[in-house]
């Protein structure tokens, strides 16, 4: 039921809502931790991309030309 909304995008911007806490971005995506586990591994997300992110914000969709 969340396949039209996965992307990396998708779980990096929960993963960072979070404060990188995978169980409560599992929960909130309704999806079991395992599965999460399986995303960050299929779209190479690397946990401490995810703090190095909280450290210095960046927009997480940029509108190109």
């Known amino acids: 039921h969340q396949k039209m909304f996965e992307s990396r995008l998708f779980f990096v911007d929960k993963l960072i809502e979070t404060s990188g806490n995978i169980r409560r ?3 909130e995506l309704g999806i079991p931790k395992s599965t999460l ?3 960050m591994k299929n ?3 690397d946990p401490k991309e995810i703090l ?3 450290a ?3 927009p997480s969709l940029a509108i190109s030309d």
Do not use: C, V
């Open 56 to 58: 210095s914000p960046t």
């Open 43 to 45: 779209y190479a997300i």
């Open 37 to 39: 586990y399986d995303r």
């Open 25 to 27: 971005s599992a929960r």
């Open 52 to 54: 190095l992110r909280q």
